[in-house]
């Protein structure tokens, strides 16, 4: 199994497909091609999320404001998979993850690199990441030391989100991404509100209920509740959160018990 992953919207993920398929017959599955533009972290938290649940693959990652430059593109090594992408630290995150993560250097200069023959600097998805995953595919996860091209790599750049604050009966933390429904996903561990669910809680110094799920409260209300994350969100039945309590990515807040 082959996954992949952009910020490309459409029709760029395509040409990184017809690369694959040309050079194997893996299950290609999508994750998302419209994560949010040349924003790594927030990409990094929603492979994280989501990678895990998938059985031993390769995952391929492109959000790359970086394209062209001198940063690398990576191979890690996880668990039983692997990931592929640019150097900025996006993958890290899911791979620590999947397991202790082994990183490598892809050298697409390298003769027995199997480079596609694009031109230009722009589209390393489907010049050097894609035939690089059906490499590591068919090559196998555990054969990795037998490619050429790649060169083990100690300091890749890392990504890790920040720690929150808990003090006693107050937890400080940040808004780390929002989701299409507007709900505004927070480093706060929801294991704070275990014991709190039906009572009110202080968000940003506004008492607001501490829910299991979205319904309980009316429609238009919100709330403060746990999501599949295991973090605590900031939400409205039925309405955009971010807007409700003004915040986006980066926000600062503060729940008081």
């Known amino acids: ?92 995150p899911a791979a620590r993850e999947l397991g202790e993560p082994e990183v490598f250097a892809i050298d697409p200069h390298h003769g027995e ?7 230009g600097s722009t589209f390393d998805g489907r010049d050097v990441f894609a035939p690089a995953v059906a490499a590591v595919h068919e090559t196998g996860v555990d054969e990795l030391e037998g490619l050429g091209w790649l060169s083990a790599l100690d300091d890749p750049e890392e990504l890790r989100f ?13 808004v780390l991404v929002t989701d299409r429904f507007g709900n505004a996903i927070t480093n706060i561990p929801g294991s704070l509100l275990e014991d709190r669910f039906g009572d009110e809680v202080a968000v940003n110094g506004t008492a607001v209920p501490a829910e299991r799920s979205y319904a309980g409260v009316e429609p238009g209300h919100r709330l403060v509740t746990v999501g599949s994350h295991g973090n605590v969100e900031l939400a409205v039945n039925v309405g955009r959160g971010d807007d409700a309590f003004g915040v986006g990515v980066g926000s600062d807040v503060t729940i008081s018990f």
């Open 113 to 119: 690199f199997p480079a596609t023959g694009g031109e």
């Open 162 to 174: 920040p720690e929150p604050d808990l003090r006693g009966r107050e937890a400080s933390g940040e």
């Open 1 to 92: 199994m082959i996954t992949l992953a952009s910020d490309f919207g459409e029709p760029y993920p395509a040409a990184m497909k017809g690369v694959l398929l040309s050079r194997t017959d893996a299950q290609l599955v999508d994750v998302a091609h419209n994560l949010p533009r040349q924003e790594p972290r927030t990409a990094a938290f929603w492979l994280r999320e989501t990678l895990p649940w998938f059985p031993p693959a390769v995952h391929l990652a492109v959000i790359d404001p970086g394209v062209g430059t001198d940063r690398a593109a990576l191979v890690v090594r996880a668990g039983e998979s692997a990931l592929v992408g640019p150097d900025n630290g996006v993958l890290m």
